[in-house]
């Protein structure tokens, strides 16, 4: 089987239109390469792409802010919220669709004539075809419908996707419990940045989940400031290079 080539129409004179020529006057070659490739990537995407500006650059190699000028500077793409499409685009869409309709009609209507005595269960079931067919394509003309029905897709799937944020406790929080904690210098810091080392259980079963931070009450004693117990691992890491480098200039 020859596999099957996709393509849609390019206008030889595109380059007259004058959004077009502002687009190679600002960007030059390089942008115009980049409209047509967001044009190709529309056409396998139904007409409707995520203003994701970062993953398309990151897809041509290319800079974030030329992909963003090109979508939104030269008014050749409708923008719809966090989603784009052209109107180009969109009409050709038709076009085809409507005469992929009119292909199976046609064959259908031969079929029929060569077939004078089929059964009429049989009629019936390419008859409900037909208005399936034609439904679609009205469907597919209104565009601001098609948008929307494709964001819904897409934000369905990433509310599934979705993470369930950590369990609150069902009671109010006092004001002497832990905020969060830093497993660099094993301490829990409260809301007045004052921070208390971690047992060796504590950090344990933090790191491990088993404990919230906010579990966790101030012990008043052994309370220091967030700046003092950075400044003590400083101190502690410089002593410790200084030990490992010192043998060595001895020698």
């Known amino acids: 089987m020859p596999k099957l080539t996709f393509y849609f129409s390019h206008d030889y004179n595109a380059r ?10 600002k960007h030059g070659m390089e942008g115009y390469g980049i409209y047509w490739s967001i044009v190709e990537d529309l056409y396998n995407n139904a007409n409707a792409l995520r203003t994701d500006y970062d993953g398309i ?10 992909v963003k000028s090109v979508v939104e500077d030269f008014g050749l793409f409708e923008i719809s919220e966090n989603f784009f ?17 009119k292909a199976r009609e046609s064959a259908s209507y031969r079929w029929s004539d060569a077939n004078a005595l089929r059964a009429q269960s049989d009629r019936n079931a390419i008859n409900k075809r037909k208005e399936r067919n034609k439904r679609n394509i009205e469907n597919t003309k209104d565009s601001t419908n098609f948008y929307e029905k494709e964001k819904q897709k897409i ?34 810091v409260f809301e007045d940045e004052t921070c208390q080392p971690l047992s060796d259980l504590e950090f344990e079963l933090l790191e491990t989940r088993q404990l919230r931070s906010w579990l966790i009450q101030k012990d008043f004693g052994a309370a ?9 691992h400083q101190n502690v890491t410089r002593r410790t290079e200084t030990a490992q480098i010192s043998p060595q200039n001895k020698k």
């Not at 650059?57 to 030329?66: L, N, S």
């Not at 509310?159 to 210098?185: T, V």
């Not at 220091?224 to 003590?232: G, I, T």
Request: aromatic share 8%.
């Open 16 to 25: 007259n239109d004058e959004k077009i020529k502002l687009l190679i006057r």
């Open 57 to 66: 650059a990151f897809d041509m190699r290319t800079q974030c802010e030329i």
């Open 85 to 101: 499409g052209s109107k180009s685009v969109q009409r050709r869409l038709d076009e085809v669709n409507i005469k992929s309709l």
């Open 155 to 188: 934000n369905k799937k990433e509310k599934e996707k979705e993470i369930p944020d950590e369990p609150q406790p069902p009671y109010p929080i006092p004001q002497n419990f832990g905020r969060y904690y830093l497993p660099k210098y094993k301490v829990v």
């Open 224 to 232: 220091k400031p967030l700046s003092e117990v950075v400044a003590e």
